[in-house]
């Protein structure tokens, strides 16, 4: 008898859990004003943006997910662990929506394999800084080295580790996230408090543009970007070496064995670096050139032929299979362009396959890698008074 309604009331508590369950993701859908999509399509929505949690930190800090909607189709997930660019779904020439970037379905998977940096801010320097040290005003600083002799994206413990604080934004024809992250004095070894605002807006013309803003009580230097992986075929779909990438750029910055530019600004011409006219990312990636066996594929910044202020055409990549095409504009002075090189085949991805290398491309709008150390690069220095304000847009459409 107590067996029997022990075993009833287990059954009456999964029927109301999972009608809870139901009630509450039909309230965040509607909240949204984004129907669901079959996987043949979408069909429709507005412009809305939800909020759910994504679990914890090992030290028990809350993350969640934010989940941007437009009427046209576009859905962006962004986790403030890192500020992270979980998932971006799109639709093809033939309305089919897949997430076109490379990330993980779990909070706990970013937190220990953050090395690729899947969708995150990366700050306080993007990229490489030469033997882990730079010298500002007659104060040499040692950074922590985390690539070889050099550090990287900040450090182990850079921007893309920190949950970032949240609040919705947006107007008639968007809907955005700002995140907000004070870095203190010293943090990875870089001088002064850093006040950091990355706002993403999601807009009605299929467009996600990053606003990065930052202060300082002291002379520091500052160069955050976004590491998405795109794959516009869709995430785990296989290698990008069908994509036709166009780069506005008549010159890159060659690198050294560790990845430090060496100070020349070479011109692309007759090099497989020329993207000026759009070309396929495969077509030369095995070229037996000096600088691409360095990088084991590209993994370079270029100099982007900017107008002297504001947004500038960046790159364009069309990937002739689903028809999507993204276009990137940047008031920043470069772009990396990497070919997902050090994808191994170790990682699974969101929707459960392994990346392999060249699973992805990442374009990380950027002042130059390693430009505290050279000074004939823009400048990186951010003091007292000043305001750190770039720009980068992501627009997606289709070609037929
Ligand atoms: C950047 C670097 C690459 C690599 C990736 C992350 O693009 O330039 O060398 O470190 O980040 O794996």
Redesign the pocket.
Same mark, same amino acid.
């Given at each position: 008898m107590n067996r029997i309604s022990a075993a009833r009331r287990g059954i009456l508590a999964t029927v109301l859990l999972t009608s809870m369950a139901l009630v509450t993701s039909m309230t965040l859908a509607g909240a949204a004003g984004a129907p669901e999509s079959n996987s043949n399509g979408c069909t429709g929505g507005q412009l809305g943006i939800t909020k759910r949690p994504f679990g914890a930190t090992p030290d028990g800090t809350a993350v969640d997910v934010y989940r941007l909607t437009n009427s046209h189709c576009m859905r962006v997930k962004i986790i403030t662990y890192g500020g992270i660019v979980q998932s971006l779904k799109i639709p093809d020439r033939d309305g089919r929506l897949r997430n076109v970037v490379l990330g993980f379905d779990n909070l706990q998977d970013y937190v220990v394999n953050n090395?690729?940096?899947f969708g995150a801010i990366i700050g306080r320097y993007a %990229?490489r800084i030469a033997d882990g040290q730079f010298t500002l005003d007659g104060v040499t600083y040692e950074l922590p080295k985390n %690539?070889g002799p050099n550090t @990287? #994206?900040g450090g182990p413990m850079g921007f893309h580790t920190k949950v970032w604080r949240a609040r919705v934004v947006g107007g008639q024809d968007s809907v955005g996230l700002k995140l907000r992250y004070t870095s203190p004095d010293g943090e990875e070894g870089f001088p002064g408090r850093l006040e950091t605002a990355v706002k993403y807006l999601l807009t009605e013309d299929n467009t996600l543009r990053i606003r990065y803003r930052a202060t300082t009580d002291e002379p520091t230097v500052v160069n955050l970007t976004n #590491?998405s992986y795109f794959n516009l075929s869709g995430e785990g779909s296989g290698a990008i070496y069908d994509h036709v990438l166009e780069l506005n750029a008549d010159a890159y910055t060659p690198v050294d064995p560790t @990845?430090i530019p060496t100070g020349e600004i070479a011109p692309v011409a007759g090099t497989p670096f020329d993207f000026r006219s759009p070309t396929s990312i495969g077509a030369r990636i095995r070229s037996n050139h000096p600088q691409i066996a360095v990088g084991r594929g590209y993994?370079h910044n270029y100099v982007l032929n900017q107008p002297p202020s504001g947004l500038g055409h960046a790159a364009s990549v069309f990937d002739p299979h689903s028809g999507r095409v993204l276009e990137i504009l940047t008031t920043e002075p470069g772009v990396?362009f990497?070919s997902g090189n050090?994808l191994d085949g170790t990682l699974i991805g969101t929707s459960g396959r392994f990346y392999r290398q060249s699973d992805g491309f990442?374009l990380?709008t950027q002042h130059y890698p390693d430009s505290p150390n050279q000074p004939s690069f823009p400048s990186t220095v951010l003091r007292p008074g000043e305001e750190y304000d770039t720009t980068t847009v992501f627009r997606f459409s289709v070609r037929g």
């Open positions: 090395s690729p940096y %990229n %690539n @990287l #994206h #590491h @990845l993994d990396q990497y050090f990442a990380e």
